[in-house]
């Protein structure tokens, strides 16, 4: 290194003399322990522990009427479980954007086996799944997921309104 | 290191040049339309136009209150006056202004302003003049929509995407005819009696008429049409044997605002 340096406005000037040791050590090290605590703070609580999985809740009036063997959502359930949140965008794009490019009708879902349902989530989910916090809340809150669905879609659909 | 004097004049004179270019250099990358003009879009041959006709011959104060409530009835839309808890009361100042409307009564100087005039007939100075969104042909909220959340179908109706609504209020300053309302509160608590067939909206969100698109799914004739005994004709304005191509055949009607060019689909009878 030499002796005189270039500074930003291109003059030159002896370059500063610094002592070289580690400056500051007790706080650095104190801050770094702090900020190690804050950062393992929230897993504290559950170490060691095993959350259990979350159990489907099918036992709604609507599906207890529904006899055993006849029990089954509009997919295979193995489906619908990877697949529903996707199934209700195409939904709600279908719906909203009818027309928009001269889509016919897309307000109904065609399930494979050839039955038709209302393409609708307070009317046609929420109708055999009526206990959302047993059902929906139960699996999103294990996965930490935060679906903002509920601020506008009403739980009880239409025929559970009229019902009561 | 920097750049010189040299460098920064010839890059300040190379984006001058270019900006001299202005709309000349745009028709010669992309020529054709712009993607903000003006124009409207051509009337679609074979396809379906909703519009609706307002006869203010059978209009009255009774009809246009039981409209407008039929309508708010089925969309969930807030009555900030009021609240399901007495708790969530507001100031009458604060009501004013939160106020969400789809469809509203208005004198003839607030629906038609400037067309009035000292010697008009007394009686229709003070009828009840059904305002909402008119479904423009050439739609100012969905050119400023930044969102793509307003947009217009291809049967005339000027819908909204609320997934997609972010807020910003650019269509309700673009709307020329206060069509459209925001929500500046949750609107839940201030929903009395919530109707299941349609969803709410959530704060921060602008909402306007639809003409009931999610009934006209159903071959369902709109709310207010239902709820107003004659009083609101609605059809389809390409088809020739359609009420309202009668109804506007036989009749003088006018529209609000013409002269903005927006072309407004929803016609008076008066």
Known sequence: MDEKYKNEFGAFAPRPQVEKKFYNGKYIFAGLIVFLAMVALPFLPN??????????????????????????????????????????????????????????????????????????????????????????????????????????????????AEAK | ???????????????????????????????????????????????????????????????????????????????????????????????????????????????????????????????????????CDNPPCVRVCPTKATFRREDGIVNMDMHRCIGCRFCMAGCPFGARSFNWKDPRPYITDTYPGYPTREIGMVEKCTFCAERLAQNMMPACVEASSGALVFGDLNDERSQVRATLKRYFSIRRKVHLGTNPQVYYIV
């Open chain 1, 47 to 160: 170490v060691g522990k095993t959350i259990p999985p979350p159990v489907r809740q099918l036992d709604t009036p609507v599906i207890q009427k529904i006899a055993e063997k006849d029990r089954q959502c509009i997919m295979p359930t193995e489906w619908m479980r990877a697949n529903h949140m996707q199934m209700l965008i195409d939904w709600r794009d279908n719906v909203v954007r009818t027309n928009e490019k001269g889509a016919p009708n897309g307000r109904y879902f065609k399930a494979p086996d050839g039955q038709k349902f209302l393409a609708s989530l307070t009317n046609t989910c929420m109708e055999c799944h009526s206990n959302k916090e047993k059902f929906c809340d139960q699996c999103h809150n294990y996965v930490a997921v935060a679906p903002n669905c509920w601020g506008c879609h009403l739980t009880e659909g239409k025929k559970l």
């Open chain 2, 1 to 135: 290191m920097g750049i010189d004097r040299r460098e920064f004049i010839r890059i300040a004179g190379l984006s001058t040049l270019l900006g001299l270019g202005g709309k000349g250099a745009f028709e010669l990358l992309r020529p054709g339309q712009v993607e903000a003009s003006m124009a409207a879009k051509p009337a679609a041959e074979g396809v379906v136009r909703w519009a609706m006709v307002v006869n203010m011959r059978k209009m009255d104060d009774d009809t246009a209150k039981k409209c407008a409530a039929a309508c708010h009835r089925v969309h969930n839309v807030p009555n900030f006056a009021q609240p399901k808890d007495p708790k969530d009361a507001l100031p009458p100042d604060i009501v004013n202004r939160y106020e969400v409307k789809w469809i509203w009564p208005e004198h003839f100087h607030n629906a038609f302003p400037g067309e009035e005039h000292p010697h008009m007939p007394e009686q229709m100075k003070n009828l009840p003049f059904l305002l909402l969104c008119n479904h």
